[in-house]
């Protein structure tokens, strides 16, 4: 009964159940009905009539309400449905000065492995009637650096310099490897005692207005 359903969360943010289901439903109900369910620790669950459903929902995105991101994914059989579980989110990027023997779907596929793994793409780029930029949708792990530019080898020898620009940057811990919250943010980061760092007190630990 779950196999056509989408899991998200907004990152960074909390929205009211009611909030979401009038927004979500009112922008993805050209593709058929959609039942918005609350999850747990702040997930909703999207279940769809057919899968055709979903893939429209994740090739259109990025989705937003609010201002904050929808981290979209996926239901699996045995997945968590916590915040933590999603060490990996989908991510729209904008390439450019892709090699045109490349802007095929494996072509790009190769691109965007120096990133993550290719999900899919926006029908302008499936089409190939605009080149000046790729915009595709890539699985990214929390530890990526998000590079704005890396190199690929062309079919000649010859390496290509990408330029990358993402749509969205998604804020991601290096601590927990998650999303949803950035490192400075982390409740495992050890925080410094602001009287230390600014030298107040005296070696025996006493405050010297004290003495």
């Known amino acids: 009964m779950w196999s056509n359903t989408l899991v998200g969360y907004f990152v960074g943010k909390r929205i009211p159940f009611k909030i979401v289901k009038e927004n979500l439903e009112k922008k993805w109900r050209k593709w058929g009905s959609v039942q918005v369910i609350s999850g747990v620790n702040g997930n909703f669950l999207f279940r769809f009539s057919n899968n055709t459903s979903c893939d429209l929902v994740l090739s259109n995105g990025p989705w937003e309400v609010w201002g904050a991101y929808l981290a979209l994914r996926r239901w699996e059989e045995g997945m968590s449905l916590c915040k933590d579980s999603f060490s990996s ?60 530019s890396f190199k690929v080898r062309r079919r000649s020898g010859i390496l290509a310099d990408i330029q990358v620009k993402y749509v969205w940057n998604p804020s991601a811990c290096s601590v927990c490897k998650v999303f949803d919250h950035s490192s400075k943010q982390c409740h495992l980061v050890e925080r410094k005692d602001p009287a230390a760092q600014t030298g107040i007190g005296t070696s025996d630990g006493q405050d010297p207005l004290t003495k």
């Open 89 to 148: 989110i989908s991510v729209w990027v904008k390439v450019t000065n892709v090699p045109l023997e490349l802007w095929t779907r494996p072509g790009l596929s190769y691109i965007a492995s120096a990133l993550g793994v290719l999900l899919c793409m926006d029908a302008a780029t499936a089409a190939g009637n605009r080149l000046s930029f790729a915009q595709v949708c890539v699985e990214m792990k929390a530890h990526s650096s998000f590079p704005h």
